[in-house]
């Protein structure tokens, strides 16, 4: 069960967490001691009546206080008190179960299929998944057929809800534009077959090698691509070509021509993702996509997941030791602002926990608290089965999503037929949702929870989250955050002003 | 000891997030929103200034002060009763080395896609309006609260259509509450299929009849969720008052329903009660009607004083939710039966479900707030007074009359 908590800041200010009242206090010193006091069995009104009159009394770690203060402080304590901030709210329902029903209706919804173009590549990036690195299969070459791919298109357009007219399609890869014939069938088939009926957008991650070739039909499209780069010549040394010379030049000769040839949708529909190591930090890449393309990237940490135990200290060598510590900067907070990860993390505790935030004005004017009811939940934050995306192997897997292992597939296409058996999908659901209950319900973070089952090492039974947060470490999360608004409180009134405001 | 250092020594002075306030000129105001203590400060502009900085957004709630300054006999007081109401506390610079932060009582309304179920939970329809001699003379009402729109043109009906297309549209919405009103209810031309239509999805309906327009026989639409209030208005005929009677005695259920006085002078307040003694009302309530001469009636009973202010009370919310919404109408639409649609029938029409539907209209409303947003902070004289957040949400009263302060208070 969430209980009150007090945090310090890295400065050593005091303050209270009350999830009854879902609201932060600022307090003074004694008030966590009272409260961890009486907590520990301590009984307040006997200690105080047994410490001498006049005295300084010395609270460790808060502090030497008079008992006048003391006393002081114990009334508003138990004014606190009294006001709910110490009520440990009902705990959060995580006994829900996913329903067949649920899956059937989801795929008549689904806003996103991603066909894995081909398990080829033209690159040999040092921290592929595929490489010593991971404990992955070896990567294949196979290519979607695309009679499959067809015959998977017919299945879900031919069940799709009509009001949901728009349909995302997505080529992955390997890297997708080395079986461009794909996608270039795939593409016609939906803009002859289906429209106007229902709407396509369609995207690729790609590589950038072979960019030049294919710009023209992309463009025509109006593909949202997305270009693989992790920022200047230094800090793109991991992606390397076939023969181990780096892909830098390559990739960026293409770029620049996509930029001069297409200029329009070049701004419109380009985009880059950055993964972040030892060789570059959010501020440079920022400022190298800045001041090259005028865009912000979208970057994440290297995969940590499914590491080979053998080359775990290498891989850390490699590509961790030495970090960056300049993102951090309060500079560079104000600068990428939401996508900065802590000003992401501030606002989204401003947003869960401050209790000021509200989802629409209906809640803001309801009576009472808007954060506890009795509804019962999932545990985790996993997307349910094609409520969001499908994942389509080029091996005729079915998987939820593309950052999936295989040994959760939750369909197949074999012999050109579609395979999908909603029960025992949410059969299968449910059993992992049962085996990471345990843990959510201990968790801190469980009713605002970002982590997928998937990634909790699930198939080994013994389910392991890196996000959990027990009390200790909520109140360190907390502590993390005050501590930086402590330093820039500006940066907290902008957090207010403009993180949940409209994105334009 | 070195008493110059100790004079440099620094204090925080803060204010919990519980704890709203509001200054003018001369005055200032703290409210703790748990024990409903108000602080008030006149005159004192030392005190004053050091509560402006504390409201300043930049300041967050937390102001450094010098140990001069808190030696100060007054700012000595003030801190003594801020601390003593619990509003707030002083922190000395040697616990930490950086200034405490409070996370402001600002509420932030998170932008979400619009939909209907979040901005809609009240709709009046008005499905006729008209002439209705008995009581022409409250042809204002309309504006001051739930009334028949009176007019001295033939009777207008709503179409039938508008209400199909409206239940259509609200298909799958929890249940609305919809008032309907009209000079003429039981007459309106297709009243089964009406309430048919209405009554659909749990809607709970309150049907506004006139006191003489009572009709036993009426009740044979209603369902479960249907409610009667009657319109109580003077003079009273003996007729109406003898159906009164009858309607009571013959109808088991008159206990849910509500019955409305609309008074504009001190005697009819006085007959309204009498009558409730009599009949032995329950569900009672009274409404003002301002007729344009009673202006003393209503600084009598209208115009709030500053103990009806200061004994309302408001929680956390509620003071949260009138920085940025009208709680009276918010999430409200009236119809008027040539198909116009008000978010307050005081404003201009958001537009005709002629030209578009009531969805549209709603949507257009919540971007841009006009009547749902009427809020005292930002219409003169209340935004210079510091009783703003405590005083109820802007009424139509004062839209009516153009005057935003209802009460008692000289704003110094
Ligand atoms: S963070 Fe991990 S442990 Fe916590 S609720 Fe989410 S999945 Fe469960
Ligand atoms: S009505 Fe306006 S002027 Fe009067 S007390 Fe309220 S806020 Fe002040």
Redesign the interface.
């Known amino acids: 069960m969430k209980k009150t908590l007090t945090f310090k800041?890295l400065?050593?200010?005091n303050?209270l967490y009350s999830p009854a009242k879902n609201?932060?206090?600022?307090?003074?010193?004694i008030i966590p001691f009272l409260f961890l006091f009486e907590r520990n069995g301590g009984d307040i009104d006997a200690w105080i009546s047994s410490v001498q009159k006049n005295k300084i009394i010395d609270l460790p770690p808060y502090?030497l206080f008079p008992l006048t203060e003391i006393r002081?402080q114990r009334?508003?304590y138990r004014?606190?008190k009294k006001?709910h901030y110490f009520d440990s709210p009902p705990e959060i329902n995580l006994n829900s179960k996913l329903s067949p029903e649920r899956i059937i209706d989801n795929i008549t919804t689904i806003k996103q299929v991603i066909f894995e173009t081909t398990e080829d590549c033209n690159l040999s990036c040092t921290y592929c998944t595929y490489s010593k690195f991971y404990i992955n299969k070896q990567r294949g070459k196979k290519k979607f057929n695309i009679p499959d791919a067809k015959k998977t298109l017919e299945y879900i357009l031919n069940k799709r809800n009509p009001d949901h007219k728009e349909l995302m399609i997505s080529f992955y890869g390997g890297e997708p534009l080395k079986n461009f014939p794909f996608i270039k069938e795939i593409v016609e088939f939906l803009e002859s077959g289906y429209k106007p009926t229902f709407s396509f957008k369609y995207n690729l991650t790609t590589n950038g090698l072979l960019l030049n070739r294919y710009a023209s039909f992309l463009s025509k499209y109006s593909f949202d691509i997305s270009i693989s780069l992790d920022g200047d010549e230094k800090a793109n040394s991991f992606r390397r070509l076939k023969n181990d010379k780096p892909s830098f030049t390559h990739v960026i000769r293409n770029t620049d021509y996509l930029k001069a040839n297409y200029p329009e949708y070049f701004d419109e529909k380009v985009s880059f993702i950055t993964v972040l190591h030892n060789k570059n930090s959010q501020a440079e890449v920022h400022r190298f996509f800045q001041s090259r393309y005028g865009k912000v990237p979208m970057v994440s940490g290297i995969n940590t997941s499914n590491v080979n135990e053998q080359f775990r200290e290498e891989f850390k060598q490699t590509f961790l030791s030495g970090i960056s510590r300049d993102d951090q900067a309060p500079d560079h907070m104000h600068e990428m602002f939401l996508r900065h990860p802590v000003v992401r993390e501030i606002a989204d505790t401003?947003?869960k926990y401050?209790g000021?935030?509200?989802?629409?004005?209906?809640q803001?004017?309801?009576?009472?608290s808007h954060r506890f009811d009795a509804k019962s939940y999932l545990p985790s934050a996993t997307c349910l089965p094609f409520s969001i995306r499908v994942f389509l192997a080029a091996d005729g897997s079915i998987l939820p999503c593309e950052h999936i292992s295989r040994i959760f597939e939750i369909g197949q296409i074999k012999n050109h037929e579609v395979i999908i058996d909603p029960d025992a999908i949410a059969r299968d659901f449910n059993h992992y949702f049962e085996k990471i209950r345990p843990l959510c319900e201990r968790c801190y973070r469980a009713d605002n929870c970002k982590e997928c089952v998937f990634n909790t090492r699930i198939e080994t039974g013994d389910p392991f989250c890196e996000y959990f947060l027990d009390e200790t470490s909520f109140a360190r999360y907390f502590s993390q955050q005050?501590s930086t608004?402590?330093?820039d409180?500006?940066l907290?009134?902008r957090i207010?002003d403009d993180a949940?405001?409209?994105?334009k | 000891m070195l008493s110059g250092k100790k004079n440099k020594k620094v204090y925080y002075l803060s204010l919990d997030p519980y704890v709203h306030g509001a200054i003018s000129d001369s005055q200032a105001l703290l409210y703790n929103t748990l024990n409903k203590k108000v602080l008030t400060i006149r005159n004192d502009i030392g005190i004053i200034t050091i509560i402006s900085r504390l409201l300043q957004r930049e300041n967050g709630g937390v102001i450094p002060v010098t140990e001069e300054e808190l030696n100060l006999p007054a700012t000595k007081k003030f801190i003594k009763e801020i601390r003593h109401h619990f509003m707030g506390d002083i922190f000395s610079s040697e616990w930490s080395g950086i200034k405490p932060i409070n996370i402001l009582p600002q509420p932030i309304i998170k932008f979400a896609p619009f939909s209907l179920k979040d901005n809609l939970h009240e709709i009046t329809l008005h499905i006729n309006e008209g002439p209705d001699p008995l009581i022409q003379s409250y042809q204002n009402a309309f504006y001051q609260f739930l009334f028949p729109k009176l007019t001295t043109g033939k009777i207008r009906e709503m179409d039938l259509t508008i209400v199909r297309s409206l239940i259509k549209e609200f298909e799958g919405l929890p249940g609305l509450i919809i008032n309907i009103l009209g000079p003429s209810i039981s007459s309106y031309p297709q009243i089964v299929e009406l309430f048919k239509l209405l009554q659909k999805n749990r809607n709970h309906l309150k049907i506004f009849f006139p006191l003489h327009q009572i009709d036993p026989d009426f009740t044979r639409h209603f369902n479960q969720k249907t409610k009667l209030s009657l319109l109580v208005t003077y003079p009273i005929r003996s007729e109406d008052f003898q159906k009164l009677i009858l309607f009571l005695h013959e109808n088991k259920d008159w206990k849910t329903m509500e019955f409305i006085f609309i008074v504009r002078d001190p005697d009819e307040f006085e007959q309204s009660q009498k009558i409730i003694a009599q009949l032995g009302l329950e569900r009672v309530s009274f409404k003002p009607f301002f007729n344009g001469h009673n202006l003393s009636f209503f600084k009598t009973h209208v115009f709030m004083t500053e103990s009806d202010i200061l004994n309302s009370k408001p929680d956390q919310k509620q003071v949260l939710s009138r920085y940025l919404l009208n709680d009276n109408d918010f999430g409200k639409i009236t119809l008027l039966p040539d198909g116009s649609v008000y978010a307050n029938v005081n404003d201009p029409a958001l537009g005709n479900l002629e030209e578009t539907t009531v969805t549209d209209l709603i949507k257009r409303e919540s971007e841009t707030r006009a009547s749902w947003s009427r809020i005292r902070m930002n219409h003169e004289p209340c935004k210079h007074c510091v009783y703003h957040f405590l005083c109820p949400p802007v009424s139509n009263y004062e839209i009516f009359l153009k005057k935003f302060n209802l009460c008692h208070i000289e704003i110094a």
């Open positions: 800041t400065r050593g200010n303050y609201q932060f206090l600022l307090c003074h010193p502090g002081h009334k508003k004014f606190l006001h401003l947003e401050s000021f935030v509200y989802r629409s004005p209906r803001l004017l309801a009576r009472g005050f608004i402590e330093l409180y500006p907290y009134l207010i949940f405001r409209e994105e």
